[in-house]
Structure formats: C-alpha cells, structure tokens
C-alpha cells in the first residue's frame, strides 16, 4: 500500500514532464514548395534557393531568368531540362542556351557541362548543364573572377523556326551549391612539363645512377669545343668566303682608282 503511494507522485511528474517537453524534431526536413514561376529580365528575375526544385511552364522564345546567391568557396552547378512541344507540332530544330552572370552583368565561364544543346524535330527533351568556377572571396580589379553575391541563370532559345515561337515548354532548373573547388574535366596535370631535377638524390649501395635528361644534355665546354673543333666544315667556309672578300676587294679597288686601264680602246 505505501509502494503504490509513493510511486503515484512519480508517475504525475513523469507524465506533466513530458506534456510540457516540445515536440521532438521530425527527422525528415519538409521538401522545398516547387517554384513555377521565372522573370523576363535582370530586374524582374526570380529568387531560388539553392536545392530548390523549380518549374516553369513558359512558351518556345521567351527569355527565362532566375537569381540565386553564392558564398566564398562555393562553386554553383546549375541542371537544367526543358520539355519540348510534341514533334508533329514543330517544323524543325531548335537550339537552347543557359547563360550565367554576376551581379555586375559579367558572364560566368562553365568549367563542364555543355551550355549550348540543339534539340532534333523528334526530340522530346533537352538538357543543359554548368558548373561554375569556385567562388573568391577577393579578386583583382582587372579580372573577371567570381565573386560572392547574387547570380542570374538565363535560359533562352535560338536558332528555331518562326513558326515554331509560341509552342508551349516546360523547364525544370535544379541549382545547387557545392563546397570545394570545381575543376573542368582534363584540368588535372598527371606528368611535370619539365622533368624533375633531384640533385641530393642518394642511390642505394650498388645502384648504378641513370642518366637524367639534364645529365645527358651537352656540357656548355663540349658544345664550344664543337662548334671550335679543328677540322670542321664551319672553318672551311669561313676561309673560303675571307679568300673571296679580298680577291673582290683588291679588284674593286683596281677598278675605281684605274678605270682607264680597265677600259682604254686600243690605239
């Protein structure tokens, strides 16, 4: 009977603990709401976080502008898939374009993906993809490096038939953030472009050294000793060409200072 007295105050408390204790956090974090709209220029472009799904039903011709932010040491990768009109509806090929800028309007170089994609007539989709370069958090005044700040994605259409402006699209833009530097692909350098020189290098005992490149190159003293060495076709030629100056020189002299006994007619 007092076990159960006792234990009844506990249970109380035990359970006004956990009425007034909040909620525990859901794992899951709730996904993004979808964008499904875009702007018509710099000014009127619309603001996407990065990870956040968008899209956008728009027509064949407009220009399509989206603006996103990103910080020092992040480098921007942008997917971007535009559903086209059905094939029996078009009249023949159709290119897309994404375009990325600063917020000083410069455009940003992709360091992979391709930015320019030319969709067939039967085709029912294009995808286009950028990776920008790491974002600096200092640059020189002269450069064009990316800066932290607000950017613009532009999506635009080109080179299509008239007939074909006004067909209804749909475009679906992923933009993410990525930390780390991005490096086109090929970028990194798998052999030095001069061959290394190791001049403490210690060989093991009974090792015989090998003949590096730098070691196999002429001496400065043989190579003057070549081009001096006796007898060598360079010397020939030198005298050669002295015998000739002065066999022309003396008749050159000859003939300016005795013309007349050059060119007397006989009497």
């Not at 899951?28 to 968008?54: D, H, K, M, N």
């Not at 920008?132 to 038939?161: F, H, I, K, M, N």
């Not at 074909?164 to 992923?174: F, H, Q, S, W």
Request: charged share 15%; with cysteine; glycine share 8%.
């Amino acid at each position: 009977m007092r076990a159960s007295l006792l234990l009844a105050p506990a249970a109380a408390c035990a359970a006004l603990a956990a009425a007034a204790a909040p909620a525990a956090a859901d794992p899951s974090p709730s996904p993004r709401p979808t964008i499904g709209t875009a702007g018509t220029s710099f000014l009127t472009a619309t603001t996407v976080e990065p990870g956040q799904p968008v899209r956008v039903p728009a027509s064949t011709g407009d220009y399509l502008y989206w603006s996103f932010a990103a910080a020092a040491g992040q480098s921007g990768r942008i997917a971007v898939t535009v559903a086209l009109p059905p094939a029996a509806s078009r009249h023949g090929a159709a290119t897309y374009t994404i375009d990325v800028f600063d917020g000083l309007r410069r455009r940003q170089a992709c360091t992979t993906g391709p930015q320019n994609a030319t969709a067939a007539a039967g085709a029912a989709s294009v995808r286009l993809r950028c990776t920008l370069r790491q974002v600096r958090a200092w640059a020189e005044p002269w450069s064009d490096d990316p800066l932290p700040g607000t950017y613009y994605l532009r999506l635009a259409a080109s080179g299509l038939p008239e007939q074909d402006l006004g067909l209804p699209i749909r475009a679906d833009v992923r933009i993410s953030a990525k930390d780390g530097d991005a490096r086109p692909a090929g970028a990194k350098l798998k052999a030095p472009l001069s061959p290394a020189v190791d001049p403490g290098t210690t060989l093991a005992p009974g090792a015989a050294p090998s003949a590096s490149p730098v070691d196999s190159a002429p001496k400065p003293a043989e190579r003057v000793k070549g081009w001096f060495s006796w007898p060598s076709g360079r010397w020939w030629w030198t005298i050669g060409g002295g015998v000739l100056a002065a066999v022309m020189a003396v008749a050159g002299y000859s003939l300016t200072r005795h013309p007349r006994r050059w060119f007397s007619a006989p009497h």
